[in-house]
């Protein structure tokens, strides 16, 4: 099953590993595969549009490219339309929302905004076209990192065990039947190459399986060197380099040697935690390899390298 067959995929890891390029990637390569998308921004951060030069993305879905929608889930928006929604009458909804209590209950009720967020996502996921078929084919959330994003998941499970019935409990079995459903959702992991976010992403992984009942399916390893030289390259770079301290008219040369032998030496250092994520793979995991992206502005330009290997992938 291709990562594309999905209904939904939720984006998760540590912060700052590349969830939302990550996340930016995947949905360009579906809307190539023409596919309808929608892609979520979650949390604090706000990164996603700037990819795609659109500066933040507004919190209702809106077409940023053909086929390709973006939006951003404000959890005190999505309240306010919630209490519009089942409060039938506007000058009471309109007095809860205005009053100073909202932003207090807002931000002491646990749990709240991960409720709220997870139900917009949920409606979102159940839209329909005029003709009945679904308005987003894939929808891709770029969640939290990875400690909050834990806590989204969790919730509803919890909510369940917590209350056991009511409204509140029957609409949260709704949204926990969607997110634990292998075939319609799927929990994609991001990591990079390193000591901490390899150790955090095994972490993630057994409460994943172990809590979450949602194991992880792909496991993304970003931002790898290239592996340009073999091991006769490296020993002739140190030869070189022993010669160019000796002689004086080849030390122009040295920064290129430095910056081969900086290379070798970081990919090295990345292989071994590279290959920790293989070995700690499950039987039904797939791992992907992304290049690193040599540029201090990322947009859908420079992300284009792994939107092309993100393609690859889904013809398998």
């Not at 979650?42 to 086929?67: H, L, R, Y």
């Not at 894939?138 to 400690?147: E, K, Q, R, S």
Request: net charge neutral; proline share 6%; hydrophobic share 40%.
């Amino acid at each position: 099953m291709s990562i594309f067959d999905h209904r939904l995929l939720f984006v998760v890891g540590k912060g700052g590993v590349g969830k939302t390029t990550v996340s930016a990637s995947l949905g360009i390569a579906a809307k190539q595969l023409q596919k309808t998308v929608l892609l979520i921004e979650v949390g604090d951060a706000d990164s996603m549009g700037q990819i795609f030069e659109k500066g933040s993305f507004p919190e209702t879905p809106a077409e940023i490219q053909p086929n390709l929608w973006g939006v951003r889930i404000n959890p005190k928006s999505v309240l306010k339309e919630y209490i519009k929604l089942h409060i039938n009458i506007p000058f009471i909804a309109n007095r809860i929302i205005k009053s100073k209590i909202f932003d207090y209950i807002i931000a002491a009720t646990p749990g709240l905004k991960e409720v709220m967020t997870l139900g917009q996502i949920w409606r979102w996921e159940q839209d329909k076209t005029f003709d009945n078929c679904p308005h987003f084919d894939l929808i891709i959330v770029d969640a939290p990192a990875t400690g909050h994003g834990v806590s989204l998941l969790l919730l509803p499970q919890t909510l369940i065990n917590m209350l056991a019935v009511g409204p509140i409990v029957e609409q949260t079995r709704v949204v926990h039947s969607l997110l634990i459903d292998p075939v319609k959702t799927g929990l994609t992991l991001v990591t990079l190459p390193e000591e901490l976010p390899v150790n955090e992403s095994l972490e993630f992984k057994t409460i994943a399986h172990e809590k979450l009942q949602m194991p992880v399916q792909t496991t993304f390893i970003n931002s790898i060197y290239p592996n340009e030289f073999s091991l006769s390259d490296s020993e002739s770079i140190n030869e070189k380099m022993t010669e160019i301290e000796k002689t004086k008219h080849l030390k122009k040369f040295k920064p290129f040697f430095e910056l081969a032998k900086s290379t070798i030496s970081q990919r090295q250092q990345q292989q071994y935690y590279i290959d920790k994520m293989y070995k700690a793979k499950n039987s039904n995991e797939t791992i992907i390899e992304l290049p690193f992206v040599f540029s201090h502005h990322l947009s859908e330009r420079e992300i284009t390298p792994l939107v092309h290997i993100l393609k690859k992938h889904a013809k398998k």
